[in-house]
């Protein structure tokens, strides 16, 4: 039983190359999101998914491009990478809209750009 | 701007004693309140949540506390455990909108000493 699964773990960019981080859920849910998190600041949600083939803006959606087309899979892209993406990426997913419905979490990808 | 706020990066107790982790909020519009607990190298998962129309829910050795007035609510654990070490996130969202809405506090490390 994965939940949700990130790859890849780790990464180390160049500023200005490019890459995709990739979100793979088995548990059926609707909704997929990406956060970011840095140090002193809490998880920022960079853009989320509440379908198969939608996608919609989050916080801190500049630098960040995503495509959900097929529902167990969210892709989130850095077309061309700069210091300031240095962070852990998280992906999550929840089962519906309900305010209550929580968040299930992967484990996250450090991306270090240089 | 910070709207949800963890005033304290990191705590620490000893093992059996109480934890108490606090949290407090700057938006009115928040009536729905999460904790997560998360471990090094994996992502956040979720711990106990609280609605503003109660002021404590209870799951086991973990009760939150909320104050609507003070715009402040706090995570209890009784008795601490060395398993409890980990960084916890407080989470608030308005009620009538989904995950896209919910902020992070920056998070507190527990460290339980046995």
């Known amino acids: 039983n994965a939940g949700v699964t990130q790859t890849p773990k780790f990464r180390v960019l160049k500023t200005g190359q490019s890459m995709t981080l990739l979100c793979a859920q088995d548990?059926?849910?609707?909704?997929m999101y990406w956060y970011r998190q840095d140090p002193g600041m809490g998880l920022r949600l960079i853009h989320y998914?509440?379908?198969?083939?939608?996608?919609a803006k989050g916080k801190v959606p500049d630098g960040y491009n995503v495509s959900r087309l097929k529902k167990q899979n969210f892709l989130l892209g850095l077309e061309s990478a700069a210091p300031s993406q240095t962070s852990v990426y998280f992906c999550?997913?929840?089962?519906?809209?309900?305010?209550?419905?929580?968040?299930?979490f992967g484990n996250g990808t450090r991306l270090t750009v240089t | 701007d910070q709207q949800v706020k963890q005033n304290s990066p990191s705590l620490s107790v000893q093992e059996g004693r109480i934890s108490i982790l606090n949290c407090d909020y700057t938006n009115s519009m928040f009536d729905y309140f999460l904790w997560y607990k998360k471990y090094p190298a994996e992502g956040p998962t979720f711990l106990i949540s609280?609605?503003?129309?109660?002021d404590k829910n209870e799951d086991g050795r973990f009760t939150v506390f909320l104050n609507k007035s003070a715009k402040h609510l706090s995570l209890h654990i009784v008795p601490s455990q060395p398993g409890d070490s980990a960084v916890y996130f407080c989470a608030a969202s308005p009620l009538n909108f989904g995950n896209e809405k919910l902020t992070f506090g920056t998070g507190t490390r527990l460290t339980i000493i046995p």
């Open positions: 999550a997913s929840r089962q519906s809209s309900s305010y209550n419905s929580p968040l299930h």
């Open positions: 609280i609605s503003s129309i109660k």
């Open positions: 548990m059926n849910h609707e909704y």
């Open positions: 998914s509440v379908g198969e083939g939608t996608t």
